[in-house]
């Protein structure tokens, strides 16, 4: 089968840093209580065969564009490991998680996938599942889990055994459709004249990319409050809190935005992963489908937070119309050599899914890596309710100081937690964006306040 037009990106990537582990995603879901190890390894080993994007090899001979094949004989298999008897079994457990994610991965040999199930107590598992980003993603890693936990509730009598996935070679064959569609031709003319409009879009050169030395992370933890305020506003403004979120980081990002991309004027562009799953047979396929494209935010400065929100918010969705047609694509007709591609930065990722529910026990996920970040990117997780609420914020040393990381990552959350009140609906977005310099004192004790250490 052909490679999508996502996963040539990634092998354009791979041949650019052959012996660099970049593009690793790996989650684990951790388990505690009443597990029954044989009916887990059971699920476990049959999510595995159902996904068969975690089988593919790849074949490329260096003159044509490589191809890829789902080998049941290069299937991963599930390695079981109890550490009990070590002396801290978890931090075991955690170094060599850290310890598989950073090795690097040969495209053109080596399996993308690995999953170990590791024993830490009596009663609590870690189950650690790895993939390289050019065979799924993100998403594609929470349906694996989910579906894992299907599989396992139905083998002790709870809830229905649901469905395998779809093919691979479904999807091709429906995007293969896709593009012989009015739709994509629509989509087509919908990017081109957008990009027409949008003239501080960045382009990054493959060889520029560095992945070598660390970046910079932090993360914030939010209260239970600003989940409930994010929640209630979003419902009372008939929006989806994930694109509330979005829009009110936006806001901060014209005023404080990373480095010298600090935006001027009125406009900011972000990048936006997009699922492009809705209505296709990718709705249940573990792969490579998020795109990723940009969205430009405009504010009217006598415009009333409430309407710019209401009017942004309704943007948004009418790019989602068009959001099946990638990236990639658009870059070509953008005239994009190869070797080249969008700077993707600053990016906004709003992940708002449910851990996966394992029956008689507690449950939950942990993020290891999400592959490699350009710029400035700011990523919240949550539950669908926005429950557990997170940020972290990850940026280039190169691009963004440490000191003004760290100011961004006290000030941030406080922003968004001064603006999440309905008082503030009213105030016109002149008067809160950009952010005074005079009230950066301001910002820090109402962090203070509101994230107490």
């Known amino acids: 089968m052909r490679l999508t037009l996502p996963q040539l990106d990634f092998w354009e990537e791979f041949t650019f840093h052959p012996d660099q582990p970049v593009s690793t995603v790996a989650h684990y879901i951790e388990l505690d209580g009443q597990v029954d190890e044989a009916l887990l390894k059971q699920a476990i080993a049959q999510t595995i065969r159902e996904a068969e994007i975690l089988s593919v090899r790849f074949r490329a001979d260096g003159v044509n564009e490589p191809t890829q094949v789902c080998d049941p004989e290069f299937m991963p298999g599930l390695t079981v490991e109890d550490l009990r008897t070590e002396a801290d079994p978890m931090a075991v457990a955690l170094a060599r998680m850290e310890e598989d994610l950073a090795a690097r991965l040969d495209l053109r040999k080596d399996r993308l996938s690995a999953h170990v199930l590791y024993r830490v107590t009596d009663t609590r598992y870690l189950w650690y599942i790895r993939a390289h980003h050019i065979i799924v993603d993100g998403y594609g890693l ?94 009372d403004l008939d929006l989806g809190w994930p694109d509330l979120l979005t829009l009110l980081c936006s806001l901060y990002l014209l005023g404080q935005g990373p480095g010298n991309r600090r935006q001027a004027g009125d406009k900011v562009t972000l990048w936006l992963p997009f699922m492009s799953r809705w209505g296709s047979v990718g709705a249940h396929l573990p792969a490579l489908l998020v795109n990723i494209l940009p969205f430009q935010v405009e504010t009217r400065k006598s415009e009333a937070l409430s309407a710019f929100l209401k009017r942004s918010a309704g943007e948004m969705r009418q790019q989602r119309r068009h959001s099946r047609f990638r990236i990639e694509q658009i870059s070509k007709d953008q005239g994009l050599m190869d070797g080249s591609r969008y700077f993707f930065s600053p990016l906004i990722n709003v992940l708002p899914f449910n851990s996966p529910v394992f029956t008689g026990c507690k449950s939950g996920r942990h993020i290891l890596g999400s592959g490699p970040a350009d710029g400035f990117n700011l990523t919240f997780r949550g539950e669908a309710d926005a429950g557990g609420l997170t940020l972290q914020l990850d940026a280039d040393p190169s691009l963004t100081g440490k000191a003004e990381f760290d100011r961004h990552a006290r000030d941030l959350p406080a922003f968004l937690a001064r603006l999440l009140v309905p008082e503030m609906l009213d105030h016109p977005v002149g008067s809160l964006v950009p952010v005074p310099r005079a009230t950066v004192q301001d910002a820090a004790d109402l962090a203070a306040k509101c994230f107490p250490m």
């Open 142 to 235: 929470a349906l694996i889990e989910q579906r894992c936990a299907e599989l396992y509730n139905h083998s002790l009598g709870q809830g229905l055994p649901g469905l395998p996935f779809h093919s691979l070679s479904s999807f091709l064959a429906e995007e293969d459709r896709y593009q012989a569609s009015h739709q994509w031709e629509a989509d087509r003319a919908y990017w081109s004249d957008y990009f027409n409009q949008t003239k501080d879009i960045e382009v990054l050169e493959r060889g520029d990319e560095d992945y070598g030395g660390p970046g910079l992370h932090a993360q914030v933890s939010f209260p239970q409050g600003v989940s409930e305020d994010l929640r209630t506003i979003a419902r």
